[in-house]
C-alpha cells in the first residue's frame, strides 16, 4: 500500500533526474553529527538511461548538488516528501540561492526505504518522470540523499 501512494505522489510531483557518476549523496549520523557520504549507485544510472534513449550524459554540477542535498535534508526534517521547502521554496529558489543561474531546471523526489534502485524504477516507469529525466536541452545534474528521501535536479545554464 505504501509503495503504491509513494508511486502515485511521484507521478503526481512531475519532475527531472541526471547523473553521469551514478552515485547518490547520502546524509546519515555518526556518532551524533551529520555526515555526507557515499550511497550505493543505482544498477542503472540516469546517464544510463539517457544514451541508451538518444539524450546526452549530464555533467555533476556542485551547485545543483548543493540544492538537492539542502532539499532531501529539508523533506527529512519535515518528514514528507514535497517540491515545496520548508520555508516556502521552489526547486528554481534553491538553485538561484546557490548560485546557478539556470535557463531550465526540473526536479524529481521520491521517498522510500528501498535503495536508489527502486528511486530510479519508479523515476522511469512514471510518465512525467521519464520524460523529464530525458529532458533534451539540460546539461548539468545532482541528485542527493537523506535517509528515505531523494531530491534530483537538472538544469542548463542561462
Not at 546557490?98 to 526540473?106: D, E, I
Amino acid at each position: 500500500m505504501r509503495w503504491m501512494m509513494l508511486a502515485a505522489g511521484l507521478m503526481a510531483a512531475g519532475c527531472a533526474v541526471s547523473t553521469s557518476t551514478p552515485e547518490v549523496a547520502s546524509q546519515g549520523k555518526s556518532q551524533g553529527t551529520l555526515r555526507l557520504a557515499a550511497a550505493p549507485a543505482p544498477s542503472v544510472s540516469l546517464n544510463d538511461f539517457r544514451t541508451t534513449n538518444g539524450r546526452q550524459a549530464l555533467k555533476r554540477s556542485p551547485r545543483l548538488q548543493a540544492a538537492a542535498e539542502a532539499h532531501a535534508r529539508d523533506m527529512a526534517r519535515m518528514g514528507r516528501m514535497t517540491h515545496r521547502g520548508s520555508n516556502g521554496s521552489e526547486v528554481s529558489d534553491r538553485v538561484l540561492q546557490q548560485g546557478y543561474r539556470f535557463g531550465r531546471v526540473a526536479e524529481n523526489i521520491a521517498e522510500t526505504g528501498r535503495g536508489p534502485d527502486r528511486v530510479m524504477d519508479l523515476w522511469i516507469n512514471s510518465p512525467s518522470h521519464r520524460r523529464n529525466m530525458l529532458i533534451k536541452d539540460v546539461t548539468h545534474y545532482g541528485m542527493a540523499r537523506n535517509g528515505d528521501y531523494y531530491a534530483l535536479v537538472v538544469a542548463r545554464r542561462r
